[in-house]
């Protein structure tokens, strides 16, 4: 019988050629996926980041890793990353020593996307707002260049997925014109990252959030830090 | 003319009893009737509940006495409260006097549980009198708890009560100012003791003159 | 005949030698004569500055030398021809000796042959005659002849002495002269010809040079003032140079030698030196190297090639190079050594191409070598190469989550999230769990493919495990990458707890504890800071600019107040982290539960809106550095935060006495435990089935009794810090209990028969069940004392409200009519029942201190009865107002009388709850928690009981008590499946109550295994599953949803952002830089004009 069960797939693919990196190597872009306590499941959608960060490769040619990194706000490696990810259904909760590391990160040139799996949103708010009590969450205009960079996104974020019925939005923190933090709220962005067989979603539905997630990535990648 | 003026009368009185509030106190009164009357049967917590009840029909004045007797009922040890809600029902029915003597009576007697059961009785009783104008017995009373029932929870409301009724007599003021001192050195979180303060500053000026 | 004795020979010939020496000293003294004359001569022509060159004259001496020697000889031999003919010596010795003429002759005649027919003896006689005759020196013998050479030889002496002295007198008076003269002597010719130059000297003659290099050519010309070069190119005709010639040399410079080239040098006197020839020369150069990199399967790497410039070659080990190249000519070898001696390689060559394989075998830097055929080096050598072998890391691995020992959930599957990484790839993971040295071990393994990084999310699923509370698992996970060694990398052994109540009970003091010294901490951080803070107060006066030292401190302030809110934020967290645990862990503590949830809402109680709303403004006014605004949003936190710390402390209070009270909780479940053990002990002891057994059974339970002693002095300690007295002597008398059971329990380990030994245990469980009655009866008189200050806050709260409500109901009445300056002065009254409002606040606050329940709606009322009479006070100062004072005042009333009731009618809620408590009838909900905490005591006393090896009578006395218990539950779940109220949730009631009903009956049956724990375990899952659920439909709290396509939706209208949204101001301030140069007070007025540049158009402040 067998005593121990594996539940969640390793959704990683072999590396096809030489050229993609392991996860965090030096000088390896790739997304990291933020590690929180509060006891929300910051590892869920494990399919999610590898499926995107293959998007980007695939239709950009940027050179990212094929798998993401993991870290939490007070390792060292954090400043490797310039693009942080985090999600989950349930509580997010930071300590004073971690607010302070992540807002010198995201003011000194990192990115935060932070994708509401559903039940995220009220302790993310207030973390956002005890880590910028200065600078409020703002929804971002579908004319924002963030919706217009590979792809076009006329009416903003699309919705990969029913929470509430309400529609989708997507807020930003912005410092001296930079977003810094994207939160993408009653859509999931996330799932729709997915593997095919996790969600059983439809592939224009799919197609819309990488395609949204490839316009994050190189709009993040690319801003100048002012 | 008089004619005129009673039908004026009669059509002023026509509409209170068919205004709002002439309802309202109409119904009002019958609640309390029927509170009272409940106490009368002995049901003691029904009625302390349809006191309460009752209040919620009368404008705020008249709603606090309700609620003062209802919360006396509250406060006493349950061996009490018979002899308040005879009191209350006595009272209510115009024997003040009655219902003042059963309350001290009730005092005096051995079987008080405990000195602030007493005060409380004995500061009902003083209300009561009070409603009915009997001001020296309310005076008298309010002294009796004010000497005699220093640590009950009644004491701060008598020392109020009888220095105001000290100042405005304009007797026994040192006495009266001592109280008062007295009342904000002991209860200073008491929510009577700011106004124990200004007749205290009152005394003081009228001692002054 | 023989000839006679040469007698006559000898003395002629030594005449003869006399002459001839005399010739030869004579020819010796002309020759010798002539010489000093020529010498003489010659000094007297050289003249003062030595022979001229090209004069004869020393030739023309040389020759009268040699003249006058030769004429010297001819007369030397002229003269020994005549001197020495034998006839005139002959003659001159008869002549000298006086002998007729002929004698002598004769006498040689004879002695060189005897005629014939004379005799030999006559002829002998003769000549010694003769002989005897010829007496005298040889000078005497002579005669004429030696006189004439005499002569000869006196008059050359004559000469040589006159000519001699001339010559040395020459020599002394000039010697420099002489020696040039006579030194021309020696050279006659050459001084005859002219001066001989030295040849011409040329360098660097013939050479190789490298092509193109330049080249000088030095011609050393001794004794010339210019010389030519003459040289021939290759290809070119001949060329000639004229150079002068300085310091005996002449320099000719080539800048490029190109092509080969024959030149020699020429001098003006005709010297003319050698042909040489400069040959240009090709270095041996090393071209086209190629390297080509092979790396190990395993690493994935694709191979790699270099050209020219190798770079610093970070190869994983194993990696074959193949080199290959070429040269400018044929080389005879070719490799590669480590630069300091060490390893090498060696290519092949083949003409000017090389190349080969190598697998470097150690990092360093390799130095190309090359010789060529003729074994020179190359002029120039590619780059070493610089090798850094680089070995196959071990895998590396972090279990993320969840990183520590914990405690396994009650469904007894741990998941785990471990980040695996290799710098080539990984083969697999591998999650080991084992029971120290138990059987049950297993191993299993999860496949990576290959891949560098991965999260593996496995999951550790114990639930087939016989595990029971107590149980320890150790787990660690281990990887192996895809090297061919497999390298592996091994965890920390981590452990799983399935804890007992017991553990989960001490766990949660154990929290509280460390809650209440972060609390303390906390506190006097609080204290310190109201302390220091009050010079900022006092020292900035409205109306004056902040100083640059206040601003400072009002920021360190404001920092401070930021982390002590941070903090107890972090903390509520954990409470809600502590909560979740206690119940993922199977206690069901109601009692523990409200007190974490209660404490949680005092800690966010304490981060009030307000006091965060002032820091927030605060920090606005001082990054405007808006003064005024800055020091009055100081005050105004300084009041918040004193505030906060009062309820700091409060919550410090509270947390202490939730401390103490888990503590009591534990600590008599802990005595009510082992007072049954103790009881199954002594029936055990009574049977004397193994007295070995239980001797150290009865240690053991005795050691447990001495440390539930220890713990029963200490919550003594802390029940009397509390100023709690009446629980402190219980928890007095339950500690003299324990140690009296303690004594009969070593009573019970000495007595001499079972019996004995068994009264004695007996003895020792009563005893331990008195203490744990007795606790139980002071922590219920603690809650009843709670419960009574409760409800007495609360008729305080009602009585105050209602003697306010008469005091302004008696304002009320003066207010009617009363004229302005009577209003006035009735505001103080007024002012007195608003004080008097907040007095009743705090002390509902002090009464509900320590009281689980809270009264918002009793502190909402007080605050509306607060705010009406302030309005009245207000409406009593204002002219005109609406409303009127008087129909305020009666607003005022009415919202004290509504304050009596409610606060009446929370008293009597507290006073229902509490007889409820009492009478067992509880909510659904909290039915079903303490049906679970029954199953969950069931659970550990079967938990306890099996492994005590009971013999059978003992255990069935046991078992038949738990199966009582056991029954006690099914019977509560029937009743409650069939209430006809019940909800939906409550449809497996009826299951859950056969279930307890069946297990009832195993333990009836005396069937204790881990099966009946398993079935009990499952039991109380449910149990708890059942409460939570009817908790989640209370709290209406959302689930894990699944996902639903999106449906459809309208979108709202967003507003373009403005500079303010995206954090830019319209008019950037100037650097940084600049703004340090600047005085603070430019600073002050530079960021106020940017300030008021960026304000929002239409904004006035």
Same mark, same amino acid.
């Given at each position: 019988?067998?005593?121990?069960?594996?539940?969640?797939?390793?959704?990683?693919?072999?590396?096809?050629?030489?050229?993609?990196?392991?996860?965090?190597?030096?000088?390896?872009?790739?997304?990291?996926?933020?590690?929180?306590?509060?006891?929300?499941?910051?590892?869920?959608?494990?399919?999610?980041?590898?499926?995107?960060?293959?998007?980007?490769?695939?239709?950009?040619?940027?050179?990212?890793?094929?798998?993401?990194?993991?870290?939490?706000?007070?390792?060292?490696?954090?400043?490797?990353?310039?693009?942080?990810?985090?999600?989950?259904?349930?509580?997010?909760?930071?300590?004073?020593?971690?607010?302070?590391?992540?807002?010198?990160?995201?003011?000194?040139?990192?990115?935060?996307?932070?994708?509401?799996?559903?039940?995220?949103?009220?302790?993310?708010?207030?973390?956002?707002?005890?880590?910028?009590?200065?600078?409020?969450?703002?929804?971002?205009?579908?004319?924002?260049?963030?919706?217009?960079?590979?792809?076009?996104?006329?009416?903003?974020?699309?919705?990969?997925?029913?929470?509430?019925?309400?529609?989708?939005?997507?807020?930003?923190?912005?410092?001296?014109?930079?977003?810094?933090?994207?939160?993408?709220?009653?859509?999931?962005?996330?799932?729709?990252?997915?593997?095919?067989?996790?969600?059983?979603?439809?592939?224009?539905?799919?197609?819309?959030?990488?395609?949204?997630?490839?316009?994050?990535?190189?709009?993040?990648?690319?801003?100048?830090?002012? | 003319?008089?004619?005129?003026?009673?039908?004026?009368?009669?059509?002023?009185?026509?509409?209170?009893?068919?205004?709002?509030?002439?309802?309202?106190?109409?119904?009002?009164?019958?609640?309390?009737?029927?509170?009272?009357?409940?106490?009368?049967?002995?049901?003691?917590?029904?009625?302390?509940?349809?006191?309460?009840?009752?209040?919620?029909?009368?404008?705020?004045?008249?709603?606090?006495?309700?609620?003062?007797?209802?919360?006396?009922?509250?406060?006493?040890?349950?061996?009490?409260?018979?002899?308040?809600?005879?009191?209350?029902?006595?009272?209510?029915?115009?024997?003040?006097?009655?219902?003042?003597?059963?309350?001290?009576?009730?005092?005096?007697?051995?079987?008080?549980?405990?000195?602030?059961?007493?005060?409380?009785?004995?500061?009902?009783?003083?209300?009561?009198?009070?409603?009915?104008?009997?001001?020296?017995?309310?005076?008298?009373?309010?002294?009796?708890?004010?000497?005699?029932?220093?640590?009950?929870?009644?004491?701060?409301?008598?020392?109020?009560?009888?220095?105001?009724?000290?100042?405005?007599?304009?007797?026994?003021?040192?006495?009266?100012?001592?109280?008062?001192?007295?009342?904000?050195?002991?209860?200073?979180?008491?929510?009577?003791?700011?106004?124990?303060?200004?007749?205290?500053?009152?005394?003081?000026?009228?001692?002054?003159? | 005949?023989?000839?006679?004795?040469?007698?006559?020979?000898?003395?002629?010939?030594?005449?003869?030698?006399?002459?001839?020496?005399?010739?030869?000293?004579?020819?010796?003294?002309?020759?010798?004569?002539?010489?000093?004359?020529?010498?003489?001569?010659?000094?007297?022509?050289?003249?003062?500055?030595?022979?001229?060159?090209?004069?004869?004259?020393?030739?023309?001496?040389?020759?009268?030398?040699?003249?006058?020697?030769?004429?010297?000889?001819?007369?030397?031999?002229?003269?020994?021809?005549?001197?020495?003919?034998?006839?005139?010596?002959?003659?001159?010795?008869?002549?000298?000796?006086?002998?007729?003429?002929?004698?002598?002759?004769?006498?040689?005649?004879?002695?060189?042959?005897?005629?014939?027919?004379?005799?030999?003896?006559?002829?002998?006689?003769?000549?010694?005659?003769?002989?005897?005759?010829?007496?005298?020196?040889?000078?005497?013998?002579?005669?004429?002849?030696?006189?004439?050479?005499?002569?000869?030889?006196?008059?050359?002496?004559?000469?040589?002495?006159?000519?001699?002295?001339?010559?040395?007198?020459?020599?002394?008076?000039?010697?420099?002269?002489?020696?040039?003269?006579?030194?021309?002597?020696?050279?006659?010719?050459?001084?005859?010809?002219?001066?001989?130059?030295?040849?011409?000297?040329?360098?660097?003659?013939?050479?190789?040079?490298?092509?193109?290099?330049?080249?000088?050519?030095?011609?050393?010309?001794?004794?010339?003032?210019?010389?030519?070069?003459?040289?021939?190119?290759?290809?070119?005709?001949?060329?000639?140079?004229?150079?002068?010639?300085?310091?005996?040399?002449?320099?000719?410079?080539?800048?490029?030698?190109?092509?080969?080239?024959?030149?020699?040098?020429?001098?003006?006197?005709?010297?003319?030196?050698?042909?040489?020839?400069?040959?240009?020369?090709?270095?041996?150069?090393?071209?086209?190297?190629?390297?080509?990199?092979?790396?190990?399967?395993?690493?994935?790497?694709?191979?790699?090639?270099?050209?020219?410039?190798?770079?610093?070659?970070?190869?994983?080990?194993?990696?074959?190079?193949?080199?290959?190249?070429?040269?400018?000519?044929?080389?005879?070898?070719?490799?590669?050594?480590?630069?300091?001696?060490?390893?090498?390689?060696?290519?092949?060559?083949?003409?000017?191409?090389?190349?080969?394989?190598?697998?470097?075998?150690?990092?360093?830097?390799?130095?190309?070598?090359?010789?060529?055929?003729?074994?020179?080096?190359?002029?120039?050598?590619?780059?070493?190469?610089?090798?850094?072998?680089?070995?196959?890391?071990?895998?590396?691995?972090?279990?993320?989550?969840?990183?520590?020992?914990?405690?396994?959930?009650?469904?007894?599957?741990?998941?785990?999230?471990?980040?695996?990484?290799?710098?080539?790839?990984?083969?697999?993971?591998?999650?080991?769990?084992?029971?120290?040295?138990?059987?049950?071990?297993?191993?299993?393994?999860?496949?990576?493919?290959?891949?560098?990084?991965?999260?593996?999310?496995?999951?550790?699923?114990?639930?087939?495990?016989?595990?029971?509370?107590?149980?320890?698992?150790?787990?660690?996970?281990?990887?192996?990458?895809?090297?061919?060694?497999?390298?592996?990398?091994?965890?920390?052994?981590?452990?799983?707890?399935?804890?007992?109540?017991?553990?989960?009970?001490?766990?949660?003091?154990?929290?509280?504890?460390?809650?209440?010294?972060?609390?303390?901490?906390?506190?006097?951080?609080?204290?310190?800071?109201?302390?220091?803070?009050?010079?900022?107060?006092?020292?900035?006066?409205?109306?004056?600019?902040?100083?640059?030292?206040?601003?400072?401190?009002?920021?360190?302030?404001?920092?401070?107040?930021?982390?002590?809110?941070?903090?107890?934020?972090?903390?509520?967290?954990?409470?809600?982290?502590?909560?979740?645990?206690?119940?993922?862990?199977?206690?069901?503590?109601?009692?523990?539960?409200?007190?974490?949830?209660?404490?949680?809402?005092?800690?966010?109680?304490?981060?009030?809106?307000?006091?965060?709303?002032?820091?927030?403004?605060?920090?606005?006014?001082?990054?405007?550095?808006?003064?005024?605004?800055?020091?009055?949003?100081?005050?105004?936190?300084?009041?918040?935060?004193?505030?906060?710390?009062?309820?700091?402390?409060?919550?410090?209070?509270?947390?202490?006495?939730?401390?103490?009270?888990?503590?009591?909780?534990?600590?008599?479940?802990?005595?009510?435990?082992?007072?049954?053990?103790?009881?199954?002990?002594?029936?055990?002891?009574?049977?004397?089935?193994?007295?070995?057994?239980?001797?150290?059974?009865?240690?053991?339970?005795?050691?447990?009794?001495?440390?539930?002693?220890?713990?029963?002095?200490?919550?003594?300690?802390?029940?009397?810090?509390?100023?709690?007295?009446?629980?402190?002597?219980?928890?007095?008398?339950?500690?003299?209990?324990?140690?009296?059971?303690?004594?009969?329990?070593?009573?019970?380990?000495?007595?001499?028969?079972?019996?004995?030994?068994?009264?004695?245990?007996? *003895?020792?469980?009563?005893?331990?069940?008195?203490?744990?009655?007795?606790?139980?009866?002071?922590?219920?008189?603690?809650?009843?004392?709670?419960?009574?200050?409760?409800?007495?806050?609360?008729?305080?709260?009602?009585?105050?409200?209602?003697?306010?409500?008469?005091?302004?109901?008696?304002?009320?009445?003066?207010?009617?009519?009363?004229?302005?300056?009577?209003?006035?002065?009735?505001?103080?009254?007024?002012?007195?029942?608003?004080?008097?409002?907040?007095?009743?606040?705090?002390?509902?606050?002090?009464?509900?201190?320590?009281?689980?329940?809270?009264?918002?709606?009793?502190?909402?009322?007080?605050?509306?009865?607060?705010?009406?009479?302030?309005?009245?006070?207000?409406?009593?100062?204002?002219?005109?107002?609406?409303?009127?004072?008087?129909?305020?005042?009666?607003?005022?009333?009415?919202?004290?009388?509504?304050?009596?009731?409610?606060?009446?009618?929370?008293?009597?809620?507290?006073?229902?709850?509490?007889?409820?408590?009492?009478?067992?009838?509880?909510?659904?909900?909290?039915?079903?928690?303490?049906?679970?905490?029954?199953?969950?005591?069931?659970?550990?006393?079967?938990?306890?009981?099996?492994?005590?090896?009971?013999?059978?009578?003992?255990?069935?006395?046991?078992? *038949?008590?738990?199966?009582?218990?056991?029954?006690?539950?099914?019977?509560?779940?029937?009743?409650?499946?069939?209430?006809?109220?019940?909800?939906?949730?409550?449809?497996?009631?009826?299951?859950?109550?056969?279930?307890? *009903?069946?297990?009832?009956?195993?333990?009836?049956?005396?069937?204790?295994?881990?099966?009946?724990?398993?079935?009990?375990?499952?039991?109380?899952?449910?149990?708890?599953?059942?409460?939570?659920?009817?908790?989640?439909?209370?709290?209406?709290?959302?689930?894990?949803?699944?996902?639903?396509?999106?449906?459809?939706?309208?979108?709202?209208?967003?507003?373009?952002?403005?500079?303010?949204?995206?954090?830019?101001?319209?008019?950037?301030?100037?650097?940084?830089?600049?703004?340090?140069?600047?005085?603070?007070?430019?600073?002050?007025?530079?960021?106020?004009?940017?300030?008021?540049?960026?304000?929002?158009?239409?904004?006035?402040?």
């Amino acid at each position: 019988m067998q005593l121990l069960t594996v539940l969640a797939v390793i959704a990683v693919q072999a590396p096809s050629s030489g050229s993609d990196a392991p996860a965090g190597a030096e000088g390896t872009l790739t997304i990291a996926r933020l590690q929180y306590d509060g006891g929300g499941d910051w590892y869920a959608n494990p399919s999610s980041l590898p499926n995107l960060l293959r998007a980007v490769r695939d239709r950009t040619g940027l050179p990212v890793a094929t798998r993401e990194a993991v870290v939490k706000p007070l390792d060292a490696s954090l400043r490797n990353h310039p693009y942080l990810y985090m999600t989950g259904h349930g509580n997010v909760r930071f300590t004073v020593a971690e607010r302070a590391a992540l807002r010198d990160y995201l003011l000194t040139g990192g990115f935060l996307h932070a994708d509401d799996n559903y039940g995220l949103d009220e302790s993310f708010r207030e973390e956002m707002a005890a880590i910028f009590p200065d600078r409020p969450l703002v929804e971002l205009p579908p004319d924002h260049p963030v919706f217009h960079g590979v792809y076009d996104f006329p009416e903003g974020i699309p919705k990969i997925h029913e929470h509430d019925g309400n529609p989708p939005q997507a807020f930003g923190i912005f410092d001296r014109g930079r977003l810094v933090v994207f939160y993408s709220y009653e859509s999931d962005l996330g799932d729709g990252w997915e593997d095919v067989d996790v969600h059983e979603d439809a592939e224009d539905i799919r197609e819309q959030a990488l395609r949204m997630g490839v316009n994050l990535f190189l709009h993040a990648i690319g801003q100048r830090v002012p | 003319m008089r004619m005129r003026h009673a039908v004026i009368g009669g059509l002023l009185a026509l509409a209170y009893v068919l205004s709002p509030s002439a309802h309202a106190a109409l119904a009002g009164q019958e609640s309390v009737d029927m509170a009272v009357q409940i106490l009368a049967e002995g049901r003691l917590d029904d009625g302390r509940q349809a006191l309460v009840e009752a209040a919620t029909a009368l404008p705020p004045v008249e709603a606090t006495r309700l609620l003062r007797m209802a919360q006396t009922l509250a406060a006493l040890h349950p061996g009490m409260r018979p002899t308040a809600a005879r009191a209350i029902v006595l009272a209510h029915r115009g024997s003040v006097d009655r219902a003042t003597d059963a309350l001290v009576e009730a005092v005096e007697a051995a079987d008080v549980a405990e000195p602030g059961q007493g005060a409380a009785l004995l500061v009902f009783a003083a209300r009561l009198a009070e409603t009915a104008d009997q001001h020296e017995r309310s005076e008298a009373l309010y002294t009796r708890v004010v000497e005699g029932h220093r640590e009950s929870a009644s004491w701060p409301e008598a020392v109020l009560a009888l220095s105001e009724r000290r100042l405005a007599a304009e007797r026994d003021l040192s006495s009266a100012a001592t109280d008062l001192e007295d009342l904000i050195v002991e209860r200073p979180t008491h929510p009577l003791v700011p106004t124990a303060r200004l007749v205290l500053q009152r005394l003081q000026e009228a001692i002054g003159r | 005949m023989s000839p006679a004795p040469r007698a006559v020979s000898r003395i002629v010939d030594t005449v003869r030698g006399y002459v001839n020496s005399r010739a030869r000293l004579g020819l010796a003294a002309w020759v010798a004569a002539a010489v000093a004359v020529v010498l003489a001569l010659a000094w007297i022509l050289v003249g003062s500055e030595g022979w001229r060159a090209g004069t004869p004259l020393p030739l023309l001496l040389d020759l009268l030398i040699v003249l006058a020697l030769v004429q010297a000889w001819r007369e030397l031999a002229s003269r020994r021809e005549r001197w020495l003919a034998e006839r005139l010596v002959s003659r001159s010795v008869e002549r000298a000796a006086g002998l007729p003429r002929g004698t002598v002759l004769e006498s040689l005649e004879l002695e060189r042959a005897v005629p014939k027919g004379t005799s030999a003896g006559l002829a002998n006689l003769a000549v010694q005659q003769t002989a005897a005759g010829l007496t005298g020196s040889p000078s005497h013998l002579a005669g004429q002849s030696g006189r004439l050479a005499e002569g000869w030889a006196r008059s050359g002496l004559k000469a040589l002495a006159v000519t001699a002295p001339l010559t040395l007198l020459a020599l002394g008076l000039a010697p420099e002269r002489a020696a040039q003269a006579w030194a021309g002597l020696l050279r006659p010719v050459q001084l005859l010809a002219g001066e001989v130059l030295p040849p011409l000297e040329v360098m660097p003659g013939s050479v190789e040079v490298a092509r193109g290099t330049p080249v000088e050519i030095d011609v050393v010309a001794v004794g010339r003032e210019e010389v030519t070069l003459h040289w021939r190119a290759v290809g070119d005709v001949p060329r000639s140079r004229v150079g002068a010639v300085e310091n005996e040399q002449a320099r000719f410079p080539f800048p490029s030698v190109d092509v080969a080239m024959d030149y020699w040098a020429q001098a003006p006197d005709g010297a003319v030196s050698d042909v040489f020839t400069l040959a240009p020369a090709d270095p041996l150069l090393v071209t086209d190297v190629q390297v080509s990199l092979t790396f190990p399967p395993h690493t994935g790497r694709t191979a790699e090639e270099y050209r020219g410039v190798v770079p610093r070659l970070a190869i994983p080990f194993g990696t074959r190079l193949r080199i290959v190249g070429r040269a400018s000519r044929p080389l005879g070898s070719a490799g590669l050594e480590e630069a300091g001696g060490g390893t090498s390689a060696r290519f092949d060559v083949s003409g000017p191409s090389f190349g080969g394989d190598w697998t470097p075998r150690r990092s360093a830097l390799y130095e190309w070598t090359f010789l060529d055929a003729r074994g020179e080096r190359p002029g120039v050598v590619p780059a070493p190469l610089d090798v850094v072998l680089v070995p196959d890391a071990f895998p590396s691995l972090r279990v993320l989550y969840p990183a520590r020992d914990t405690v396994i959930p009650i469904t007894r599957r741990q998941p785990l999230v471990v980040d695996v990484r290799d710098d080539y790839g990984l083969d697999r993971l591998e999650v080991e769990a084992f029971r120290g040295d138990g059987p049950e071990r297993t191993v299993q393994p999860l496949s990576l493919g290959g891949v560098p990084a991965a999260i593996a999310r496995p999951l550790l699923d114990l639930s087939q495990w016989s595990l029971v509370p107590g149980d320890s698992v150790l787990y660690r996970v281990r990887l192996i990458d895809n090297s061919p060694a497999g390298q592996t990398t091994q965890s920390d052994v981590h452990i799983l707890r399935v804890p007992t109540v017991s553990d989960l009970r001490r766990d949660a003091q154990a929290e509280l504890e460390d809650a209440v010294r972060r609390l303390e901490e906390l506190a006097d951080r609080a204290r310190q800071e109201a302390e220091g803070a009050r010079p900022t107060d006092a020292s900035n006066r409205a109306g004056d600019p902040m100083e640059f030292g206040d601003r400072e401190q009002a920021r360190t302030s404001l920092d401070r107040q930021r982390e002590m809110s941070r903090e107890v934020e972090e903390l509520s967290a954990e409470l809600e982290r502590l909560a979740a645990a206690m119940q993922d862990g199977g206690l069901a503590d109601q009692d523990l539960q409200k007190d974490l949830q209660e404490l949680q809402e005092l800690l966010n109680e304490m981060n009030s809106d307000d006091l965060v709303q002032q820091m927030q403004d605060l920090e606005e006014s001082l990054s405007e550095e808006d003064a005024r605004r800055a020091m009055e949003e100081l005050r105004q936190m300084m009041e918040n935060q004193e505030e906060f710390r009062q309820m700091l402390e409060e919550s410090l209070e509270r947390f202490r006495r939730a401390a103490v009270e888990q503590d009591f909780r534990a600590t008599r479940e802990e005595a009510e435990e082992l007072a049954r053990r103790e009881r199954a002990l002594a029936e055990a002891l009574r049977e004397q089935d193994n007295p070995e057994l239980r001797n150290r059974q009865q240690a053991a339970l005795e050691a447990e009794a001495e440390t539930l002693q220890q713990r029963m002095e200490r919550l003594q300690d802390n029940l009397g810090e509390l100023g709690e007295q009446v629980a402190q002597r219980s928890a007095q008398e339950a500690s003299t209990s324990t140690e009296q059971a303690r004594q009969s329990m070593r009573e019970a380990s000495e007595a001499q028969s079972g019996e004995q030994a068994g009264e004695r245990a007996e *003895q020792a469980a009563d005893q331990l069940q008195q203490a744990a009655e007795a606790l139980e009866q002071a922590q219920d008189r603690m809650a009843e004392e709670l419960t009574k200050q409760v409800q007495a806050a609360l008729q305080q709260t009602a009585e105050g409200a209602l003697a306010l409500a008469e005091r302004q109901a008696e304002l009320r009445d003066q207010m009617r009519g009363a004229t302005r300056e009577e209003m006035a002065d009735l505001r103080s009254d007024q002012a007195a029942v608003t004080e008097g409002a907040r007095n009743m606040s705090r002390n509902l606050e002090e009464g509900l201190r320590f009281s689980p329940m809270d009264a918002p709606g009793v502190s909402e009322l007080i605050d509306d009865a607060q705010a009406e009479s302030e309005r009245t006070a207000e409406a009593l100062g204002r002219r005109g107002s609406n409303p009127s004072p008087a129909a305020s005042a009666d607003r005022t009333v009415h919202a004290l009388n509504r304050l009596a009731m409610s606060a009446m009618n929370a008293a009597d809620q507290v006073a229902q709850a509490s007889a409820q408590q009492q009478a067992g009838g509880e909510q659904s909900q909290e039915q079903m928690d303490q049906l679970a905490e029954q199953q969950a005591d069931l659970m550990n006393q079967s938990a306890q009981m099996m492994p005590m090896q009971l013999s059978q009578q003992a255990m069935a006395q046991q078992m *038949q008590q738990m199966a009582q218990g056991q029954q006690a539950v099914a019977s509560d779940l029937g009743e409650m499946s069939n209430d006809p109220g019940g909800e939906q949730s409550m449809a497996d009631m009826e299951a859950m109550a056969q279930e307890a *009903q069946a297990i009832a009956e195993l333990l009836a049956g005396g069937r204790l295994d881990r099966e009946t724990l398993e079935r009990q375990e499952r039991l109380f899952h449910r149990l708890l599953e059942a409460g939570r659920s009817l908790e989640r439909e209370e709290d209406e709290e959302s689930e894990e949803r699944q996902s639903e396509a999106p449906g459809e939706f309208e979108r709202g209208q967003i507003s373009p952002l403005t500079d303010a949204d995206l954090g830019r101001a319209r008019f950037p301030l100037p650097s940084a830089a600049f703004l340090a140069r600047l005085t603070p007070g430019e600073r002050r007025l530079v960021l106020q004009y940017f300030e008021r540049l960026n304000r929002p158009p239409g904004e006035i402040r």
